[in-house]
């Protein structure tokens, strides 16, 4: 329990850090579709219960953190809820910053409740793109 939260963390500060670091870089084409594609399909691996596909959008370095399929995907029912278990799901900006590609995500949680998932994105050897973190805080919901 000690070690999720530790991790989850570590995640969280690593997002933060990234956004705090200072404002957007210069504007680039970002492949808006794709980092949405990448997280719908993560969340449906979370619905259907599949730790192994749900921990294929990680990146390696994640995946070097969390081990195993089954520790990231505890970690995610213990401490990401809202993304784990959404009610519903509304897509905000893609921005660019200085280390990299975010997308926000505008979900209400299983209790009800609006959150903010600030997804980061590293660029894979192969071109593809993983999910590098989650920082996830509350919301007052998404105003179209």
Do not use: H
């Not at 730790?51 to 399929?69: C, D, V, Y």
């Not at 995500?105 to 660029?123: C, R, T």
């Amino acid at each position: 329990m000690v070690r999720f939260n530790f991790l989850k963390s570590l995640a969280g500060l690593s997002v933060a850090g990234m956004l705090m670091a200072g404002s957007a870089a210069a504007e680039e084409t970002l492949d808006t579709s794709a980092f949405q594609g990448i997280i719908k399909d993560q969340m449906s691996a979370f619905a259907a219960g599949n730790a192994q596909a749900a921990f294929s959008f990680a990146t390696n370095s994640l995946q070097q953190k969390f081990q195993s399929p089954e520790i990231f995907m505890q970690m995610v029912k213990q401490g990401y809820q809202p993304v784990y278990r959404p009610q519903s799901v509304t897509f905000g900006q893609s921005k660019m910053t200085k280390l990299g590609p975010t997308q926000e995500v505008y979900v209400v949680g299983p209790k009800g409740k609006n959150w903010l998932a600030l997804y980061s994105f590293e660029q894979q050897e192969d071109g593809s793109w993983r999910i590098s973190g989650c920082y996830l805080t509350k919301s007052d919901g998404f105003a179209a």
